[in-house]
């Protein structure tokens, strides 16, 4: 943690080069991935590790994704498989993460794997993220920059909301293009759908031949295998409701498609752009301080990973559920 505010680096040589220095000199940095900006650490360094899950107030329990610029380099961490180089090959660089089992001998923190036998690893698309991570030379760890169970940013201004002080740096290359995080697919037995994200499953199914199994949400905390299960996650401070035809009095009101609306994920029905917009407009009407109702979003492409999202906001918050 810092006792400042955080550099604001731009995505240029020097400022990619800053970066890597502060990872080097195990600093939290925030930086740009096409889905949304992550909050990275040298993933062999327990301290800095330990760092992220502070400055975000997550749970130990919750893995990490480990960032890296190549396939090869990824390899070096775990046990690859056959499906793990169909996807990779058809996916990396890209929104895709994968979950394999940990090679002997990995070298990095246990703390980001939360104790488990999997490592969760993706190779990210966006220019700047590969340039940072090429000039680091390690394997970063990085969840979403923002405090644990709120809403994701998917700019620098989301992140120095979120975070402030507590880290040491942001690298700004403005918006995420994808504005979701990474679809995730367990590969330690047959391929499962950990995380409905920014690939969407038809493109999963093309790839493999068959669709990957189905996983539901883990209902404690032991179960979970992937980072982004938490039944209540990316979620904003006022209470959320999906699948609304209409505003109740009081409310904001988040549409999709031709309506009228506060604010509109995308007027044409485009579900590209309303993953590219999710959760700057929860942010945006958020900070409204009113409930947020949300029309109805179809449940194909990355309609899945929209309505994955909402639903985890939507959900009974912990500090709100009753002891069983």
């Known amino acids: 943690m810092t006792n400042s505010l955080p550099l604001t680096l731009q995505a240029d040589a020097p400022g990619i080069a800053e970066a890597a220095a502060l990872f080097g000199a195990g600093q939290l940095v925030a930086f740009p991935t096409e889905t949304v900006y992550g909050l990275g650490a040298d993933a062999r360094n327990g301290e800095a590790v330990a760092a992220i899950y502070a400055a975000k107030g997550r749970p130990s329990f919750n893995p990490l994704i480990v960032h890296l610029p190549s396939v090869r380099a990824a390899q070096r961490y775990v046990i690859w498989t056959d499906d793990a180089d169909r996807l990779a090959q058809a996916f990396w660089p890209g929104p895709l993460t994968l979950v394999l089992p940990l090679r002997d001998g990995h070298g990095l923190s246990s703390l980001v794997t939360a104790g488990l036998s999997t490592l969760a690893l993706r190779v990210p698309e966006k220019t700047s993220a590969q340039a940072l991570l090429e000039a ?189």
Do not use: W
């Open 136 to 324: 680091f030379g390690g394997p970063v760890a990085a969840p979403s920059a923002n405090p644990s169970g709120r809403i994701s940013p998917t700019t620098a201004q989301h992140v120095l909301d979120g975070l402030g002080n507590k880290i040491a740096a942001v690298l700004d290359d403005g918006p995420c293009s994808v504005g979701v995080e990474s679809t995730i697919i367990g590969l330690d037995g047959p391929p499962a759908l950990l995380r409905a994200g920014g690939l969407p499953l038809e493109a999963l199914e093309a790839a493999l031949g068959t669709p990957p199994e189905r996983t539901s949400t883990p209902e404690n905390h032991t179960d979970i295998t992937a980072p982004g299960q938490l039944q209540s996650h990316y979620a904003p401070t006022a209470p959320l409701r999906m699948n609304a035809d209409n505003p109740q009095p009081g409310e904001v009101f988040l549409g999709f498609g031709p309506m009228a609306c506060d604010e509109n994920l995308s007027e044409s029905g485009d579900l590209h752009e309303a993953a590219a917009r999710l959760f700057d407009l929860l942010h945006k009407l958020d900070a409204l301080g009113l409930p947020i109702a949300v029309a109805p979003v179809p449940t194909h492409g990355l309609g899945r990973a929209i309505n994955d999202r909402l639903a985890r906001a939507a959900a009974p918050r912990p500090e709100n559920r009753q002891p069983s």
